[in-house]
Antibody
Framework: EVQLVESGGGVVRPGGSLRLSCAASGFTFHDYGMSWVRQAPGKGLEWVSG????????SYADSVKGRFTISRDNAKNSLYLQMKSVRDEDTALYYC???????????WGQGTLVIVSS | EIVLTQSPATLSLSPGERATLSCRASQSVSSSLAWYQQKPGQVPRLLIY???NRATGIPARFSGSGSGTDFTLTISSLEPEDFAVYFC?????????FGGGTKVEIK
């Protein structure tokens, strides 16, 4: 079964840091690009960051550029999102998703909740 | 950054009716557009990719059309389980932006 499981969410103070992880299974991880998408409570979907299969190419939404870093470890079938200098507006459910060159985001993980609060 | 505008924001329909959802891009995305369905408390589900191709397991009542800047998701006859929020997403470039969503609610 193709599966993505996020972890690492929690409560963090404004200006703090947090590292999210996404464990992949059931498919050849290093064949696919991956992305992080977030959803603030009651809001729509916001693409946060993406990385290609090798990790050589990355991209970020303007809202997180310079603060968040995406990375992957193909040997561990894992995707990461390092979050720094977090702000109130970063509060959201963070999903990882498989992001192939064609098709669409599929599957998605169940998400990990990040709450930025003092 | 490519901006996607979805309309209407809310669509109030009855089961059995036809739903037509629109997604307009600020610049051409060719056919690189996907549609997702999200029900309350659930993870988004891929419905349509490359503008008109149904994802695995998606019923035939869902169809997508369009290219360039104007796209449509059509649900031919609404089933009770189709009342949800629908998002479009462009996949031509990074950032892979989403539209703001259309909520299909029961009238």
């Amino acid at each position: 079964e193709v599966q993505l499981v996020e972890s690492g969410g929690g409560v963090v103070r404004p200006g703090g840091s947090l590292r999210l992880s996404c464990a992949a299974s059931g498919f050849t991880f290093h064949d696919y690009g991956m992305s992080w998408v977030r959803q603030a409570p009651g809001k729509g979907l916001e693409w946060v960051s993406g990385i290609n299969w090798s990790g050589e190419r990355t991209s970020y939404a303007d809202s997180v550029k310079g603060r968040f870093t995406i990375s992957r470890d193909n040997a561990k079938n894992s995707l990461y999102l390092q979050m720094k200098s977090v702000r109130d507006e970063d509060t959201a459910l963070y999903y990882c998703a498989r992001d192939p060159d064609s098709l669409g985001f599929d599957p998605w993980g169940q998400g990990t909740l990040v709450i930025v609060s003092s | 950054e490519i901006v996607l505008t979805q309309s209407p924001a809310t669509l109030s329909l009855s089961p059995g009716e036809r739903a037509t959802l629109s997604c307009r891009a600020s610049q051409s995305v060719s056919s690189s557009l996907a549609w997702y369905q999200q029900k309350p408390g659930q993870v988004p589900r891929l419905l349509i990719y490359d503008a008109s191709n149904r994802a695995t397991g998606i019923p035939a009542r869902f169809s997508g059309s369009g290219s360039g800047t104007d796209f449509t998701l059509t649900i031919s006859s609404l089933e009770p389980e189709d009342f949800a929020v629908y998002f479009c997403q462009q996949r031509t470039h990074w950032p892979r932006t989403f539209g703001g969503g259309t909520k299909v609610e029961i009238k």
